[in-house]
């Protein structure tokens, strides 16, 4: 996946995904988050369309770049052919030069504005496609970078469509289950894109060492991660509280989002935990240890190889041990993370400790353990 290296476009990335908490209503905010792509990759023009719940035609249709009488001059608005077609039916980001060039593009209706460079990208959530969104005209045409901006914004477009639609659609009991699913599709979709955008962002302001840009672009990065935080304490009180969760479903959950972004080996070991039921207060501690303690091993160690080892007996233990060798100035010890991280562990019953030597860093986290 591209990263989004420019920190101001990034900060506005976040805000625009921050819209997801908002009181707009759904046909406000997605006008709202159409605008910010726009605006965000320079695009004269943008829309999203929303399918219907039997995904035969467009329901909806919202335009952005236009004014009311141009959009009253082309007539009926699109139905999801041509070219929008594609990119609902195909499901992948789709970036033209000159859409008019593509196979499946058809003529414009009297009173249309031209159309030249295209953007589009599929407004869904895991494997259900509600739309599409996409950008027109962008001289000298649209970039990578572009893309990823636009594939993030549609993914929350998504959410918020699949929120709107499982609570129109539920019952009190089922509405619980439409915030878990909510809660797990924020998560895999758009948090772990701006968590990968926001350890590039910190490499690049290590690389670019001293300076004032560079510090500028490392304290944004700062600020980002302790936003994802936010928006990760969200996700876990979103969560009804009295599911309970397989250990080692947390555990590889909590794993798959990272992965991605892990320059070591990393070896994972879970003794002891067959059968094993996490409350949610166990849950998100242990969520939250396994992605500060990778998290600084990715940021700050340079490690080649990392161990993790979640052993349940009395107590749950976590240890994650690198072989990296980071300066003082970047250890953990002294940061926010590892202070959250033994609050957790003394409000279940444990404790928590890092240490560093010449052979590498060991982060050992414990709670108590519930009956299996």
């Known amino acids: 996946m591209t990263k989004i290296q420019d920190p101001e476009r990034l900060r506005s990335l976040l805000e625009a995904?921050?819209?997801?908490?908002?009181?707009?209503?759904?046909?406000?905010?997605?006008?709202?988050?159409?605008?910010?792509?726009?605006?965000?990759?320079?695009?004269q023009y943008g829309a999203l369309g929303v399918l219907n719940e039997l995904g035969t035609g467009l329901e909806s249709f919202i335009t952005t770049g236009m004014s009311d009488a141009e959009i009253a001059s082309i007539g009926p608005l699109p139905t999801g052919k041509g070219v929008l077609g594609t990119v609902i039916h195909d499901a992948e980001s789709l970036r033209l030069a000159e859409v008019s060039q593509h196979d499946e593009?058809?003529?414009?209706?009297?009173?249309?504005?031209?159309?030249?460079?295209?953007?589009?990208?599929?407004?869904?959530?895991?494997?259900?496609?509600?739309?599409?969104?996409?950008?027109?005209?962008?001289?000298?045409?649209?970039?990578?970078?572009?893309?990823?901006?636009?594939?993030?914004?549609?993914s929350a477009a998504g959410l918020a469509i699949q929120t709107s639609r499982l609570y129109a659609q539920s019952s009190d009991a089922a509405a619980l289950r439409a915030r878990e699913t909510v809660a797990r599709d924020l998560h895999d979709t758009v948090l772990q894109r701006i968590f990968a955008h926001t350890l590039s962002l910190s490499t690049l302001g290590r690389q670019l060492g001293d300076g004032e840009s560079s510090e500028a672009i490392v304290e944004l990065a700062t600020e980002l991660a302790e936003t994802v935080k936010l928006i990760r304490s969200t996700i876990f009180d979103l969560h009804p509280s009295n599911e309970v969760l397989p250990l080692d479903q947390v555990v590889n959950d909590s794993l798959a989002g990272l992965r991605p972004m892990f320059s070591f080996e990393l070896k994972l070991q879970i003794e002891g935990a067959q059968g094993l039921l996490l409350d949610q207060a166990r849950a998100s501690a242990l969520t939250a240890v396994l992605r500060e303690g990778l998290t600084n091993v990715v940021r700050h160690s340079g490690a080649k190889h990392c161990t993790v080892l979640v052993k349940v007996a009395e107590e749950i233990c976590v240890t994650i041990e690198d072989d990296g060798q980071a300066p003082p100035s970047m250890e953990p010890s002294g940061g926010r993370g590892l202070g959250n991280l033994s609050h957790r562990a003394v409000s279940l019953g444990g404790h928590c400790e890092f240490t560093r030597s010449a052979l590498g860093g060991i982060l050992r986290w414990t709670c108590s353990s519930p009956k299996a």
């Open 17 to 43: 995904v921050m819209l997801l908490e908002s009181t707009l209503d759904l046909d406000d905010l997605l006008r709202e988050l159409v605008e910010r792509a726009r605006s965000l990759v320079g695009a």
């Open 105 to 154: 593009s058809t003529a414009l209706p009297k009173g249309h504005p031209g159309m030249h460079e295209f953007l589009g990208a599929p407004v869904r959530v895991r494997g259900s496609v509600y739309g599409n969104l996409y950008l027109c005209n962008h001289e000298g045409g649209f970039s990578d970078e572009d893309e990823a901006v636009i594939v993030t914004l549609a």
